[in-house]
T-cell receptor
Framework: DQQVKQNSPSLSVQEGRISILNCDYT??????FLWYKKYPAEGPTFLIS?????DKNEDGRFTVFLNKSAKHLSLHIVPSQPGDSAVYFC?????????????FGGGTRLMVKP | KAGVTQTPRYLIKTRGQQVTLSCSPI?????VSWYQQTPGQGLQFLFE???????NKGNFPGRFSGRQFSNSRSEMNVSTLELGDSALYLC?????????????FGPGTRLTVT
């Protein structure tokens, strides 16, 4: 069973506009969430994270929102730039794992058109 | 500071053989995690090593094993290779083991089993 889902396999956005990537999870034990970006032939790169005690975290052009009651998180990129074109993964972790185990979603390919 | 390095970057093996992949974490990082990425299953956690001890293990058969050395370098081994083991194997390092520490990924080893 997929505990973390990214239902949109791809997203196309115009440069300068907002990109919104969504992620849903089913395991209520997850309490820490991360977003990673991945370019071809490279490993994922950490973007931003959020703890379950918060509902928003901002870092420059990237903002992550967490809705615990809906078990939903989203990543907003404003403004979107062509260099943001990549595959974005959301990931979740649970304290009870007592380690660094991350459960990943299937990824969303973002294409930012100039 | 040098990033996470993985060797080899590409590998071709035949069914039934075994393979060993290597990961050197960022200097000072003591936790190393391994992930398998396939088109069908996405990114899946294999195991995590911290201070030479396995902390967590994902849902993979016993053919997949690993170890960590005193300098934090890690190896993973897959015995009796199957066609389905063809994947990108990623390792990630972090300063310590715990959900609030971001993980830094290497570029991966692309394993092809024929």
């Amino acid at each position: 069973d997929q505990q973390v889902k990214q239902n949109s396999p791809s997203l196309s956005v115009q440069e300068g506009r907002i990109s919104i990537l969504n992620c849903d999870y089913t395991n209520s034990m997850f309490d820490y969430f991360l977003w990673y970006k991945k370019y071809p032939a490279e490993g994922p790169t950490f973007l931003i994270s959020i703890s379950s005690i918060k509902d928003k975290n901002e870092d420059g052009r990237f903002t992550v929102f967490l809705n615990k009651s809906a078990k939903h998180l989203s990543l907003h990129i404003v403004p979107s730039q062509p260099g943001d074109s990549a595959v974005y993964f959301c990931a979740a972790s649970a304290l009870y794992n007592a380690g660094n185990m991350l459960t990943f979603g299937g990824g969303t390919r973002l294409m930012v058109k100039p | 500071k040098a990033g996470v390095t993985q060797t080899p970057r590409y590998l071709i093996k035949t069914r039934g053989q075994q393979v060993t992949l290597s990961c050197s974490p960022i200097s000072g990082h003591r936790s190393v995690s391994w992930y398998q990425q396939t088109p069908g299953q996405g990114l899946q956690f294999l195991f995590e090593y911290f201070s030479e001890t396995q902390r967590n293990k994902g849902n993979f058969p016993g053919r997949f094993s690993g170890r960590q050395f005193s300098n934090s370098r890690s190896e993973m081994n897959v015995s009796t290779l199957e066609l389905g083991d063809s994947a990108l194997y990623l390792c990630a390092s972090s300063q310590t083991s715990g959900t609030s520490y971001e993980q830094y990924f290497g570029p991966g080893t692309r394993l092809t089993v024929t």
